[in-house]
């Protein structure tokens, strides 16, 4: 194995917000991604269980950091500092993950360093496609925000009123008796289910101020299909509301702030007609559009990774005894030292 250069910082990052477990190793020389060990927690049934997801994630926990080590070819020595997922998120999900990476530091003597799960979202976006000042759509099955930087911070131009937009895709297919949602190939249940259909009424289309509104989108679809429409269309009409709306707002964003770029991150980037849609607004508003890297879309240790890097870089750390976790973190809490810079961007 060739030496590894001897200014470079490699961070371990942890992910535990929701149903991952996730351990990444990032380097800020090439090829910088050195591990992405993943650990998934499926539900038998229905949505997520967080006591459950805590018992997993404690199981999995030590086999992940050691395999993550293992393929990076590391020893824990090696590491410059563990990074941490602190929030948002499930109280004993975050819990796992902050136990690991504070015993972690203390027992090798590394740095700490916190990290806020949406900024991650937005970072490795930044950090994957190479756009150094996007507006950023975050659309996930916990999230949907419309931000971007500005004086210090990511800032919060539009969110969802109620439910995301994750969960009114897996909820509605849940409900419809087309699970499992999971997305195969850039397609959601929802996708595959709307082909061949066409647009009907009566799902409503909400934007209220730069804010969206799934849950009236999601009783409305089902009521349509008890009263006989065809899934098809609904799927379809479901999708295109939806869509349109969080699309409308991000525009909106990018015609106030004048960017010239635009991102899409979180677990339904991979979804490609979203895409489509992003790319046609951005291209009416003289912006460049790139989705975050399609491997990095989900929840993953590597973001993590990749974020803590960056703060560590900036001189942001914590002690580990006092590395809270934060159930409600909102992205607009947290100063970003390092903006625009990104390591591995030069
Ligand atoms: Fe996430």
Known sequence: MPSRPRDETIVLGIESTAHTFGVGIVSDNPPYILADVRRKWEPRSGGILPREVAEYFSKVAGEAVEEALGSAGLSIKEISAIAVSLGPGMGPALRVGATVARALALKHGKPLVPVNHAVAHIEVARWSTGLRDPVALYVAGGNTTVVSFVDRRYRVFGETLDIALGNLLDTFAREAGIAPPY????????????????????????????????????????????????????????????????????????????????????????????????????????????????????????????????????????????????????????????????????
């Open 183 to 346: 997305i195969v190939s850039g397609q959601h249940a929802v996708d595959v289910c709307a082909e061949g259909g066409e647009f009907i009424e009566g799902i409503p289309y909400v934007v209220k101020g730069q804010d969206v509104s799934f849950s009236g989108i999601l009783t409305a679809s089902l009521k349509l299909l008890k009263r006989g429409a065809r899934l098809r269309d609904v799927c379809y009409t479901l999708r295109e509301v939806a869509f349109s709306s969080v699309v409308e707002v991000t525009e909106r964003c990018v015609a106030h702030t004048g960017k010239k770029q635009v991102t899409l991150t979180g677990g339904v980037a991979a979804n490609k007609l979203l895409n489509s849609k992003m790319e046609a607004m951005a291209s009416l508003q003289d912006a460049v559009y790139k989705p975050v890297d399609v491997r990095l879309s989900g929840d993953n240790g590597v973001m993590i990774a990749v974020t803590g890097l960056a703060a560590f870089r900036s001189g942001v750390t914590v002690e580990p005894e006092k590395a809270f976790i934060r159930q409600k973190w909102r992205i607009d809490e947290v100063d970003i030292p390092w903006y625009p810079w990104m390591p591995g961007l030069g």
